[in-house]
C-alpha cells in the first residue's frame, strides 16, 4: 500500500514561488508515474502535471504551463511540483497521486492520492 504526503503549501503573495513534494512511503514508487491534482474553492478537482517514472516525460495543463515545473528523485521517493509566477486562481488544495497506468490526466486513472496541501495566493 502506498502512502503519499504532500507539504509545502502556504499563503503567498501573486508572482511568488513555492515547491511542493509528495513523499512516498510504504512501498517504492520508482516505477509509476506520478501526477499533481488541485481543487480550487467551489471547483471539480483539476489536473495539473503529470510525470513518466523515469522523470523524462512530463505533461502540464495550459493554465500552468510555463509556470510549473514537475520534477522526481526516485532515490528519496519523492516527487516535487515547482511553482512560480503564482496567480490568485492557482489558490487550491494540492494533491500528488500515483497511477498504475501511463502518465494520464484523468484522475479516474490514479490509484493512490494524499490528503492534499493548501497554496493560497492573495492579490
Known amino acids: 500500500q502506498v502512502q503519499l504526503e504532500e507539504s509545502g503549501g502556504g499563503l503567498v503573495q501573486a508572482g511568488d514561488s513555492l515547491r511542493l513534494s509528495c513523499a512516498a512511503s510504504g512501498c517504492t514508487v520508482s516505477s509509476y508515474a506520478m501526477g499533481w491534482f488541485r481543487q480550487g474553492p467551489g471547483k471539480e478537482r483539476e489536473f495539473v502535471a503529470t510525470i513518466d517514472w523515469s522523470g523524462g516525460i512530463t505533461y502540464y495543463a495550459d493554465s500552468v504551463k510555463g509556470r510549473f515545473t514537475i520534477s522526481r528523485d526516485n532515490v528519496k521517493n519523492t516527487m516535487y511540483l515547482q511553482m512560480n509566477s503564482l496567480k490568485p486562481e492557482d489558490t487550491a488544495v494540492y494533491y500528488c497521486?500515483?497511477?498504475?497506468?501511463?502518465?494520464?490526466?484523468?484522475?479516474?486513472?490514479?490509484?493512490?492520492w494524499g490528503q492534499g496541501t493548501q497554496v493560497t495566493v492573495s492579490s
Open positions: 497521486a500515483v497511477t498504475l497506468r501511463w502518465v494520464a490526466q484523468s484522475s479516474r486513472f490514479y490509484n493512490y
